[in-house]
């Protein structure tokens, strides 16, 4: 879900196929799991999964959150910055 809430904020996604095994090309989500990929945002895990049924972690989260504003060439605003 946070993948595709920064994909739609960003109005964002791709037609690409990205390879998790586990993403069903066919899943509203799966275009902004490819566009996200497709521009190193998100990486899925050793084992090809994605795993988007999975609760996200602090960790993970600051790290997709990280990415998108490296990807949009901008820093964090606010209290980060």
Same mark, same amino acid.
Request: proline content about 4%.
């Given at each position: *879900?946070? !993948?595709?809430?920064?994909? %739609?904020?960003? #109005?964002? =996604?791709?037609?690409?196929? +990205? $390879?998790? =095994?586990?993403? =069903?090309?066919? *899943? ?7 566009? &996200?990929?497709?521009? $190193?945002? !998100? &990486?899925?895990?050793?084992?090809? &999964? ?7 972690? %602090?960790? +993970?989260a600051a790290k997709?959150?990280?990415a998108y504003y490296?990807?949009? #060439?901008?820093?964090?605003?606010? &209290?980060?910055?």
């Amino acid at each position: *879900m946070l !993948v595709t809430i920064i994909g %739609r904020m960003a #109005g964002e =996604s791709s037609d690409a196929a +990205q $390879g998790f =095994s586990d993403v =069903s090309a066919d *899943m509203y989500y799966a275009p902004y799991i490819a566009w &996200a990929a497709d521009n $190193g945002i !998100v &990486a899925g895990f050793e084992d090809g &999964a994605f795993r988007p049924n999975e609760s996200v972690t %602090r960790e +993970q989260a600051a790290k997709i959150i990280k990415a998108y504003y490296d990807y949009k #060439g901008e820093g964090p605003v606010g &209290a980060w910055a």
